[in-house]
């Protein structure tokens, strides 16, 4: 496939990076009509080089089998999440925070990159209301939480789970945990700093949190809606597990399902997490009162914002997946190094869990001897890490990398936070991420 | 210039209420763009309207509240509400260029006028003078005497008290130290007693609850009665909340603190007494620059400073009282 069918793609970003910018009502106004022009920019001339019916065919083949599971665990996520609050005076200050960083990430590991962003999201910003400057402390919500967490379990982030589903054992990311403590000693070191340095400044301008009552009382409303949560995580799981099991596959191992459009087929495991989930966001939705959501300031916009944005990133960047995956193998790349860094680099800006399994692939076809036996071959345990890491580490480099990120920003946007523009989010990124996973390959892939 | 800044003041407290009544009817409990109280945001605005360099982020708070306006569900609700915001915005654009033309280059020079001492006081206020003292200095007995012959309260440990009060804070952890909290090393803690801290002190580190709830009873205090303050960074308190306020710092010579501190506590040795005055000292600007940011004992952060060894105590309360009569 030509190159020039990325254009559309490098041009979709170049609009979410710099039109909110330049013309942000107009950008915020025109989003749905930009994405599809972008889109069809794509398919128009895809559909003339290749015929309408493969066009057709890929376009479905990436929302029903790749976007739409993607961005109904989302709402669910967002759903249930926003339905759970915590009340009470606890105050945000850099220790406060710090905790706050380190429950967030661990949790990520446990239901997910993007469970646990939308779950401490609200009670983060709540804490830090008093504060003025808090785009520091979402930017490494972001670097954290939405991302580095996830590197534990299959569950934490989508390009494990299908490493998982390709004969991963479960436990064996939780091999990555001296990385992860190690990435997150430094980053939250740095953060303490930079959020203490901007509390005493606050502190200095007079600013203080309402803590006249002595002991705070804190308590969790909505909690029933944990249960929800769980319900999603435990199809997301399901779903992986079920496509791995002969009864549902069919002769030749293809996952079976609802045949749309030639090739294309939604699985019946992927029918079954998305019916789970919809139904938990439904009755966590019916079972909660509105009280709950208008406390945590529940609006359907940033969903919607992501929901529009990753439709047209998802069509769009299916020639950038296709080159990729044709030229896997002829990459030349053979070091955990280089697969930290390739993997890792293209996950910054394309999907990341296709970028996984693309590196999986050509580590596997390598024909090494020794290391975890997966399904695409034998792939030896540094190399897996380099591809694990790279893959669930650099989706914090843009805003784009991983869909929680998208969301944080969108939810701090909306309640008062100055978010960093696409551009100063990737400055914060190269500053501060660029320098520790530089240090990561030489301590871990080198 | 008068107008001006009346007009200012004018659309900053709209920009400030609209906040308000978005936060209100989206009855979020997140957090809002201003949240500060309403005089001191109004302040900032108007800064903020008044700078050509700073223009930007007024339109971004701007931005955020818009954000926030546009996810009220009601409909008419919300039209009402952008219409406001609409009409806040095109005031913001077309704000006279003339008044951001005339940026003022040195803000703090600018603001010596406005503080000036002649016309600080109005008669709605209450004579507050905050001392900052260097230990032994014999500044307390200063402030004392002042007070007495000013024949208003004179506050010193009284405040530190009804704050731990109010937190209901053992006294074991932290004592006084000639104005200002010093808090005892770290123990190790169990598990059960750190929960019980956090809940405490909502999260926060004790010896900072100590201080937000020192600068919240300082203001109430300064809003109810005249008094005389010793330290506890009550100068820059008062400065911040924009409540009028003299300010004082009394120092005296190294040599002449040791004898004065010797003479009173006879059981330290000369050494001893140097090394706890510079290490006080050390821990009191250490305080003093974590909450205020500005340097303790820099005469620019005062409106005097004295060398009580220069006058004695008698000298320093007659000078302060000359200075007081100066306000009106």
């Given at each position: 496939m030509s190159l020039w069918f990325c254009i559309p793609f490098a041009g979709l970003l170049a609009c979410i990076a710099v039109l909110p910018l330049l013309r942000a009502e107009w950008?915020?106004?025109?989003?749905?009509?930009?994405?599809?022009?972008?889109?069809?920019?794509?398919?128009?001339?895809?559909?003339?080089?290749?015929?309408?019916?493969?066009?057709?065919?890929?376009?479905?083949?990436?929302?029903?089998?790749?976007?739409?599971?993607?961005?109904?665990?989302?709402?669910?996520?967002?759903?249930?999440?926003?339905?759970?609050?915590?009340?009470?005076?606890?105050?945000?200050?850099?220790?406060?925070?710090?905790?706050?960083?380190?429950?967030?990430?661990?949790?990520?590991?446990?239901?997910?990159?993007?469970g646990a962003s939308m779950l401490m999201v609200r009670p983060v910003i709540k804490m830090n209301a008093w504060r003025e400057k808090r785009s520091h402390i979402m930017v490494f919500f972001i670097f954290l939480i939405s991302n580095l967490g996830g590197c534990l379990t299959p569950i934490g982030d989508p390009p494990l789970l299908m490493g998982f589903s390709r004969g991963v054992p479960f436990f064996w990311s939780l091999r990555l945990f001296p990385i992860l403590v190690f990435n997150m000693v430094i980053l939250l070191f740095i953060f303490y700093w930079?959020?203490?340095?901007?509390?005493?400044?606050?502190?200095?301008?007079?600013?203080?949190?309402?803590?006249?009552?002595?002991?705070?009382?804190?308590?969790?409303?909505?909690?029933?809606?944990?249960?929800?949560?769980?319900?999603?995580?435990?199809?997301?799981?399901?779903?992986?597990?079920?496509?791995?099991?002969?009864?549902?596959?069919?002769?030749?191992?293809?996952?079976l399902g609802i045949s749309v459009f030639k090739e294309v087929r939604l699985t019946y495991p992927a029918l079954i997490e998305i019916f789970v989930i919809l139904a938990a966001a439904f009755l966590s939705y019916k079972t909660t009162g509105e009280e709950?959501?208008?406390?945590?300031?529940?609006?359907?916009?940033?969903?919607?914002?992501?929901?529009?944005?990753?439709?047209?990133?998802?069509?769009?960047?299916?020639?950038a997946l296709e080159i990729l995956r044709s030229m896997g193998s002829s990459l030349d790349i053979t070091e955990p190094f280089q697969m930290f860094w390739t993997t890792g680099g293209l996950s910054s800006f394309l999907d990341n869990t296709p970028t996984y399994l693309v590196f999986l692939t050509t580590a596997g076809a390598m024909g090494f001897t020794e290391g975890v036996a997966t399904s695409v071959g034998m792939i030896p345990a540094k190399m897996l890490t380099a591809i694990s890491c790279g893959a669930v580490f650099?989706?914090?480099?843009?805003?784009?990398?991983?869909?929680?990120?998208?969301?944080?920003?969108?939810?701090?946007?909306?309640?008062?936070?100055?978010?960093?523009?696409?551009?100063?989010?990737?400055?914060?990124?190269?500053?501060?991420?660029?320098?520790?996973?530089?240090?990561d390959t030489i301590l871990f892939f080198l | 210039m008068g107008k001006k800044k009346e007009m200012l003041r004018e659309l900053a407290g709209r920009i400030y209420d609209l906040d308000v009544e978005v936060y209100e009817r989206l009855g979020s409990s997140l957090g809002r763009v201003f949240n500060q109280e309403r005089e001191q945001c109004i302040k900032e605005l108007v800064k903020l309207m008044d700078s050509k360099s700073?223009?930007?982020?007024?339109?971004?708070?701007?931005?955020?509240?818009?954000?926030?306006?546009?996810?009220?569900?009601?409909?008419?609700?919300?039209?009402?509400?952008?219409?406001?915001?609409?009409?806040?915005?095109?005031?913001?654009t077309i704000l006279p260029k003339s008044f951001a033309s005339e940026d003022i280059l040195d803000e703090k020079m600018a603001q010596l006028n406005e503080w000036n001492l002649e016309e600080r006081f109005s008669q709605d206020n209450h004579l507050v003078i905050c001392i900052g003292r260097a230990y032994g200095c014999g500044g307390s007995e200063i402030g004392f005497v002042l007070a007495d012959s000013l024949k208003i309260n004179y506050y010193d440990v009284e405040i530190f008290n009804e704050v731990l009060k109010r937190m209901e804070l053992e006294q074991d952890d932290v004592e006084d130290r000639a104005g200002f909290p010093a808090f005892q090393p770290a123990q190790k803690l169990t598990l059960k007693q750190r929960l019980k801290d956090i809940n405490r002190y909502h999260g926060l580190p004790k010896r900072d609850a100590v201080f937000?709830?020192?600068?919240?009873?300082?203001?109430?205090?300064?809003?109810?009665?005249?008094?005389?303050?010793?330290?506890?960074?009550?100068?820059?308190?008062?400065?911040?909340?924009n409540i009028p306020h003299i300010s004082i710092y009394i120092t005296a010579p190294f040599e002449q603190r040791v004898?004065?501190?010797?003479?009173?506590?006879?059981?330290?040795?000369?050494?001893?007494?140097?090394?706890?005055?510079?290490?006080?000292?050390?821990?009191?600007?250490k305080y003093y620059g974590y909450y205020t940011g500005r340097g303790w004992g820099h005469a620019e952060n005062y409106d005097l400073c004295i060398n009580s060894a220069s006058y004695g105590i008698e000298g320093s309360v007659e000078l302060i009282r000359r200075m007081i009569r100066r306000s009106g």
């Open positions: 950008w915020e106004r025109y989003r749905p009509v930009i994405v599809a022009a972008w889109s069809l920019l794509f398919i128009i001339p895809f559909a003339v080089t290749y015929g309408a019916g493969t066009a057709l065919e890929s376009v479905l083949e990436c929302i029903l089998n790749d976007y739409l599971t993607f961005i109904v665990l989302l709402f669910g996520l967002f759903c249930v999440a926003g339905n759970i609050t915590l009340e009470g005076d606890l105050a945000g200050s850099p220790r406060t925070n710090m905790v706050l960083l380190v429950i967030g990430t661990l949790l990520s590991s446990c239901i997910g990159t993007t930079i959020d203490r340095k901007a509390y005493r400044k606050e502190i200095a301008q007079g600013r203080k949190p309402a803590i006249q009552k002595p002991g705070m009382d804190i308590h969790l409303q909505g909690a029933h809606n944990l249960f929800f949560l769980a319900m999603i995580v435990a199809s997301v799981i399901l779903s992986g597990i079920l496509s791995g099991l002969p009864f549902f596959q069919d002769a030749e191992g293809n996952v709950i959501r208008r406390k945590n300031h529940f609006t359907w916009d940033a969903i919607q914002e992501v929901a529009v944005l990753f439709v047209g990133i998802f069509i769009t960047m299916q020639p650099m989706g914090a480099n843009t805003y784009i990398g991983n869909a929680p990120n998208m969301m944080v920003k969108s939810i701090s946007d909306e309640n008062g936070i100055c978010m960093p523009s696409f551009f100063g989010y990737f400055f914060w990124a190269v500053r501060i991420l660029l320098p520790v996973f530089l240090v | 700073k223009s930007h982020i007024l339109r971004s708070q701007l931005a955020l509240i818009s954000n926030m306006a546009r996810t009220i569900g009601d409909t008419d609700t919300r039209d009402i509400i952008m219409k406001k915001y609409e009409g806040i915005l095109q005031e913001v937000f709830n020192q600068c919240d009873l300082i203001c109430d205090m300064a809003k109810r009665e005249d008094f005389v303050v010793m330290g506890r960074c009550a100068d820059a308190i008062l400065t911040i909340n004898r004065r501190v010797m003479k009173i506590n006879k059981k330290m040795s000369e050494k001893q007494v140097r090394e706890h005055i510079r290490r006080l000292d050390r821990k009191h600007a």
